[in-house]
């Protein structure tokens, strides 16, 4: 009490000293403290319930928990934030039956409701992303090392397992180019896939094996949300980097070449176009490039007149079918216009046998498993949450990792080699018109048909217009448009977009990705660092208290300074924000001095975005309250969250703000304070 | 204008079924809104400021500012949080360049204020360090695979020069054991120090040459708060970790070993204890154990006795002369006490001739000076806070990066190598008792006479001596209360500390320290990707609305759902938060069907504590309230931030909100949401 009737004298000397608009502002404080005792009388008088309202209310603990039951409820909201098992309660046990098998098997979600109009999509789209798998499953199966029947193989089993078990109704799943260039790098490194071929596949499907467990365990242990690092920004400029890098590739195709680089970044690409010159046949790229601007044209029509959809969906298709009935009535040399060439029949052999669980060359195929398994994981979810973004429907990060660990598990046992979502055939899945995962079914249908009696008839497809059909397909994947949104609203988004794409185009995929998942990650932990503290002036006639300048009603609170406070305090922040609050207090006082205002007494920080504390932050807040008292200025606390009463009370922090320095809101800190003042008029 | 007349009639449906303690509620409201208007009427009669205190507040845009503008403040927000220059502010020249002396030349500061009181205390504890820093210097020279005398050197100029850069008072600087053993392995890796001694001494040099320039270039770019990452939990297990090791490596010379190993670690060094047991020597264990219970008790008299300080800090001089003089009286052979030995006389030559900046070695070079670099920095810094916080005051990192990074390259042009704040003399130093940065120019005038004249006087100094020393002054650091209450107030914060403290001792100190930094790194992306949502209810008679659950008194308001989101929103938990809230959402549906109420109209989102958004965020709110609105509720948004309104509008997505949909309180959007129904009674 001591202390405080000194503070009053001490403002009343000052404002002997004060002008006029000063003293305005002190009758505001007055007036604000009667409308509010009127406000209480009415109160009264209305409802019993408020009869207590200008009281000052107490800030509370939270209820008392023991450290289980704070563990317990802090790993659930980290592990289970949609509370998956809300669906079975107060079900019958059959509901609860099918509730289950649809929570593990997402077809009993869309099986069931399966109609005609449905089936044709899928069935041009299965078809459709079959004729691409075919040639595409060959080629990359060359990329791996491995005998390019593999790649056929990989193409059946997994998609029927992923069909059941995927999240995502848009996912083409096999073989990819940077899980089977890594698998091939890695392994061939060690093992020669030429001198000792069935050492080289058995590690081939051994790696595919852990590549499947290590994808299921991360799903099993809930630990999808590592996917949430992949932010929309990174994923337009991965989708944009990615389809430059594809469109180029398939330059090989387009200008007939046979030598070719088989790295992925933009130099490399473009040099091997040049290089080989030479090589570019006519024949092939009057035929590609029509065909191209077929598939183009088709695509131009679909957009402009959605009712004409079919034309885009069936072009790559007839394209197939169309330069394929050219070739066999032509029959040119296969240096003129490459094609497919001949292909041998027959169905998966079992492989379990293969598999490689000891010896010298295991942790060799572990460590290739978790490598090209992480790049499948980030490629195939990356392709799932894409398409799922533009039809506005969910993909669980967790659900997706243990079907295509499972895929790749059951792969192993069945001759197939390391499969996800692949981002070129899911784009021309999607365009094709796919509307649920029956397209995997269908175009593993297809392949199975293939396998067993067709190859023959796709003897005579150009490679050419596979180029054309992909290049189509991922070029509408470059959204320059959402580019330029995010330079408009958020630089730093912007910044990782970039980085994404240009990391892409000319490091590798993998790096892109990781650049620009640092720099989101970067830009969380900049704004934690650098957390935001602004002044608070009081909107005349209310208890809001908001951000000076930005809000022009709000008027500095004479004697006070209010501060919020942007940011949970942590280590890495707490000099910082000690530093800043620091200068805010001289600031304020330099600029009380030159206005010849009354003196700050109290500085008030706002607390309530200061949702989580630290060891350190505690030390901030009791260091701050001791330099202020040395200043002899109060420390006032408004409105702590829960956690963080909790740990200033623990640490005894607390006790030492007592009664004056801890209040529910800024208003009643400043109403209770001021009302003290009063006593003396 | 529909949709909410619309409303008001769902509502007066819903009011028609309800039970009384609901109405009791809806009254409430009422009241709410007829005591503001009171108070505007009082307020009206008293100033005019506050005519349209009950109007709605708009929530404004903050003031138009250009990415230029915007991006100078984020930086000058970003690297000069403490207005370096607000001092020189309406100054005169003289004082300005007075002050400009002070800022960069901290010895400005205390040089004019020294006193003989503190010279007391400077000259013992830069003895004390001196006797210290001779032994030490011989034998971390000899980790480093250099000659002996560059230890004593590398003494001699950088304590000079740090004492008039350096910012702390009681860091001691010298060569130390990690950086010595770095770059001692990482140079001989490449080049031997038998063969090649003098392109061996000349990488030294250069390396240290580049650690300077990496060190004073991390602090010119003002890069300083990188070490704003080590947080007081992570120091507590760095120096417990430091202080065990530290301490098991003196066994060494209080067992008077004669080999020993290299390694940091706690089973190297326990299991090199044991292995050459025919080693130990009890006149060595004697006399050892003799000094450290005099040194231990000294330090528990001045403890218990403040006045009587001068015990404990005058032990470890007394201790290094005592123990010669015996040790010269009896001149055992060295088998039974090892002493110091013989030691070359000589200054320091200048050596910037011996500098390598081209040919095959300087990548080495480079490399080798960014690694130790950063090892010393880390050190010097967590050692120099670490003293800094046991006394209250401020170490600028970016001045003592400058500052070691300065003394580092002045080093390398006169025969030292790489120096920087050492653990142990540090504590030394403290605990003798310094004042100032002086110590380090008494210790360096010590090494210096030494140098010229003394050498002789320390060959019969016993090496067990400084053991006891060292293990005397490291085992007062060991803060096992502080790690208990780490415990007690936050656990996340304890396992940052065990982890750095086994990290340090089983693995090695920068390990230590990275995995501790991971974990506090950690920490803050776990509140980020899963921050709390909140229910909200309202405080009675008042317009502040309180997390339901904590505060008792807080009440849900029927047909209201308001929910605050405590965290920014980012892609790295936009996921997470539409599942969380879509939760809440339905568990406020089941309970109001459960419990009879009326069903909920409004969902409003708290955004007090989203300081930050992204463009994902921003996505989510307009995914949000679409979602919403399928399910015929309105989202609305209270108090959003100034930049994610400015975001929220340049995306267009504020527009979708209508002026229903945006308030500035979750007070103000419930009165006036309300409002509107109360047309019809």
């Given at each position: 009490?001591?202390?405080?009737?000194?503070?009053?004298?001490?403002?009343?000397?000052?404002?002997?000293?004060?002008?006029?608009?000063?003293?305005?502002?002190?009758?505001?404080?007055q007036?604000?403290?009667?409308?509010?005792?009127?406000?209480?009388?009415?109160?009264?008088?209305?409802?019993?319930?408020?009869?207590?309202?200008?009281?000052?209310h107490?800030?509370?603990?939270?209820?008392?928990?023991?450290?289980?039951?704070?563990?317990?409820?802090?790993l659930?909201?980290?592990?289970?934030?949609?509370?998956?098992l809300?669906?079975?309660?107060?079900?019958?046990?059959?509901?609860?039956?099918?509730?289950?098998?649809?929570?593990?098997?997402?077809?009993?979600?869309?099986?069931?409701?399966?109609g005609?109009?449905?089936?044709?999509?899928?069935?041009?789209?299965?078809?459709?992303?079959?004729?691409?798998?075919?040639?595409?499953g060959?080629?990359?199966?060359?990329?791996?090392?491995?005998?390019?029947?593999?790649?056929?193989?990989?193409?059946?089993?997994?998609?029927?397992?992923?069909?059941?078990?995927?999240?995502?109704?848009?996912?083409?799943?096999?073989p990819?180019?940077?899980?089977?260039?890594?698998?091939?790098?890695?392994?061939?490194?060690?093992?020669?896939?030429?001198?000792?071929?069935?050492?080289?596949?058995?590690?081939?499907?051994?790696?595919?094996?852990?590549?499947?467990?290590?994808?299921?365990?991360?799903?099993?242990?809930?630990?999808?949300?590592?996917?949430?690092?992949?932010?929309?920004?990174?994923?337009?400029?991965?989708?944009?980097?990615?389809?430059?890098?594809?469109?180029?590739?398939?330059?090989k195709?387009?200008?007939?070449?046979?030598?070719?680089t088989?790295?992925?970044?933009?130099?490399?690409?473009?040099?091997?176009?040049?290089?080989?010159?030479?090589?570019?046949?006519?024949?092939?790229?009057?035929?590609?490039?029509?065909?191209l601007?077929?598939?183009?044209?088709?695509?131009?029509?679909?957009?402009?007149?959605?009712?004409?959809?079919?034309?885009?969906a069936?072009?790559?298709?007839?394209?197939?079918?169309?330069?394929?009935?050219?070739?066999?009535?032509?029959?040119?040399?296969?240096?003129?216009i490459?094609?497919?060439?001949?292909?041998?029949?027959?169905?998966?052999?079992?492989?379990?046998?293969?598999?490689?669980?000891?010896?010298?060359?295991?942790?060799l195929a572990?460590?290739?498993?978790?490598?090209?398994?992480?790049?499948?994981?980030?490629?195939?979810?990356?392709?799932?949450?894409?398409?799922?973004?533009?039809?506005?429907?969910?993909?669980?990060?967790n659900?997706?990792?243990?079907?295509?660990?499972?895929?790749?598990?059951?792969?192993?046992?069945?001759?197939?080699?390391?499969?996800?979502?692949?981002?070129?055939?899911?784009?021309?899945?999607?365009?094709?018109?796919?509307?649920?995962?029956?397209?995997?079914?269908?175009?593993?249908s297809?392949?199975l048909?293939?396998?067993?009696?067709?190859?023959?008839?796709?003897?005579?497809?150009?490679?050419?217009?596979?180029?054309?059909?992909?290049?189509?397909?991922?070029?509408?994947?470059?959204?320059?448009?959402?580019?330029?949104?995010?330079?408009?609203?958020?630089?730093?988004?912007?910044?990782?977009?970039?980085?994404?794409?240009?990391?892409?185009?000319?490091?590798?995929?993998?790096?892109?990705?990781?650049?620009s998942?640092?720099?989101?990650?970067?830009?969380?932990?900049?704004?934690?660092?650098?957390?935001?503290?602004?002044?608070?002036?009081?909107?005349?006639?209310?208890?809001?208290?908001?951000?000076?300048?930005?809000?022009?009603?709000a008027?500095?609170?004479?004697?006070?300074?209010?501060?919020?406070?942007?940011?949970?305090?942590y280590?890495?922040?707490?000099?910082?924000l000690?530093?800043?609050?620091?200068?805010w207090?001289?600031?304020?006082e330099?600029?009380?001095?030159?206005?010849?205002?009354?003196?700050?007494?109290?500085?008030?920080?706002d607390?309530?975005?200061?949702t989580?504390?630290?060891?350190?932050?505690?030390e901030?807040?009791?260091?701050?309250?001791?330099?202020?008292?040395?200043?002899?200025?109060?420390?006032v606390?408004?409105?702590?969250?829960?956690?963080?009463?909790?740990?200033?009370?623990?640490?005894?922090?607390?006790?030492?703000?007592?009664?004056?320095?801890?209040?529910?809101?800024?208003?009643?800190?400043?109403?209770?304070?001021?009302?003290?003042?009063?006593?003396?008029?």
């Amino acid at each position: 009490m001591g202390v405080n009737s000194n503070r009053v004298e001490d403002l009343s000397s000052h404002n002997n000293n004060n002008n006029h608009a000063n003293y305005d502002t002190t009758i505001n404080i007055q007036n604000h403290q009667l409308s509010n005792n009127n406000n209480n009388n009415n109160n009264n008088n209305n409802n019993n319930n408020m009869s207590n309202s200008y009281e000052r209310h107490h800030v509370c603990l939270p209820p008392k928990r023991s450290t289980i039951q704070k563990l317990k409820n802090r790993l659930s909201e980290i592990f289970f934030p949609e509370n998956p098992l809300h669906k079975f309660k107060n079900q019958t046990i059959i509901k609860k039956i099918i509730l289950g098998l649809q929570f593990f098997f997402p077809v009993f979600q869309w099986g069931p409701n399966y109609g005609l109009n449905l089936l044709r999509s899928d069935l041009i789209s299965g078809l459709t992303i079959a004729s691409l798998a075919i040639p595409q499953g060959i080629s990359y199966a060359k990329l791996a090392n491995l005998p390019p029947i593999v790649g056929l193989y990989s193409s059946f089993v997994p998609p029927l397992i992923y069909s059941i078990l995927g999240s995502s109704k848009h996912l083409a799943v096999g073989p990819v180019s940077i899980a089977s260039l890594v698998m091939g790098t890695m392994l061939s490194e060690v093992v020669s896939p030429t001198q000792e071929p069935i050492l080289y596949l058995k590690l081939a499907f051994t790696s595919t094996f852990f590549a499947g467990v290590f994808q299921a365990s991360l799903g099993f242990l809930r630990l999808g949300f590592v996917i949430d690092f992949l932010s929309k920004a990174t994923l337009i400029g991965f989708m944009a980097g990615a389809a430059v890098i594809v469109s180029l590739q398939q330059l090989k195709g387009l200008l007939g070449m046979v030598h070719f680089t088989t790295q992925m970044q933009l130099i490399p690409v473009l040099s091997s176009v040049f290089k080989y010159r030479n090589e570019w046949s006519w024949q092939t790229i009057l035929m590609g490039f029509s065909f191209l601007f077929f598939l183009l044209a088709s695509r131009q029509i679909s957009a402009r007149k959605p009712k004409l959809f079919w034309i885009s969906a069936a072009a790559p298709l007839m394209s197939v079918i169309l330069s394929t009935i050219i070739v066999f009535a032509v029959k040119p040399t296969s240096r003129q216009i490459p094609i497919i060439g001949y292909l041998p029949k027959g169905l998966n052999p079992p492989s379990s046998n293969m598999l490689y669980f000891h010896g010298t060359f295991l942790a060799l195929a572990i460590k290739t498993g978790i490598v090209t398994g992480i790049l499948a994981l980030t490629e195939g979810i990356a392709v799932g949450r894409t398409f799922a973004a533009l039809n506005n429907y969910q993909v669980d990060g967790n659900k997706e990792m243990m079907a295509i660990g499972l895929m790749n598990m059951a792969g192993s046992c069945s001759s197939c080699y390391v499969t996800t979502g692949s981002f070129s055939r899911s784009a021309v899945n999607y365009n094709a018109g796919a509307q649920t995962a029956l397209s995997n079914i269908v175009m593993a249908s297809a392949v199975l048909v293939t396998l067993l009696f067709l190859m023959p008839l796709f003897h005579y497809t150009p490679t050419v217009i596979l180029a054309a059909i992909i290049i189509t397909a991922v070029i509408g994947l470059i959204d320059y448009q959402a580019a330029f949104r995010l330079w408009k609203v958020d630089k730093l988004d912007f910044l990782a977009c970039m980085s994404s794409f240009f990391g892409v185009l000319f490091l590798s995929v993998p790096l892109g990705l990781a650049i620009s998942v640092g720099v989101s990650v970067f830009k969380i932990l900049l704004h934690i660092t650098r957390p935001n503290t602004t002044p608070l002036g009081n909107i005349p006639g209310t208890q809001i208290y908001q951000t000076l300048g930005r809000y022009k009603e709000a008027l500095r609170v004479p004697s006070f300074l209010v501060l919020s406070i942007e940011s949970p305090i942590y280590f890495a922040n707490s000099t910082y924000l000690q530093e800043r609050i620091l200068r805010w207090v001289r600031e304020e006082e330099e600029h009380v001095k030159a206005n010849n205002e009354s003196s700050i007494k109290y500085v008030i920080l706002d607390m309530t975005s200061v949702t989580s504390i630290d060891t350190s932050g505690i030390e901030l807040l009791g260091e701050l309250r001791k330099m202020m008292e040395r200043k002899s200025l109060q420390l006032v606390l408004a409105n702590p969250a829960a956690n963080v009463t909790e740990k200033l009370d623990k640490s005894k922090v607390l006790e030492s703000f007592g009664a004056q320095g801890l209040y529910l809101t800024v208003g009643e800190a400043v109403a209770d304070i001021t009302s003290t003042w009063k006593i003396q008029p």
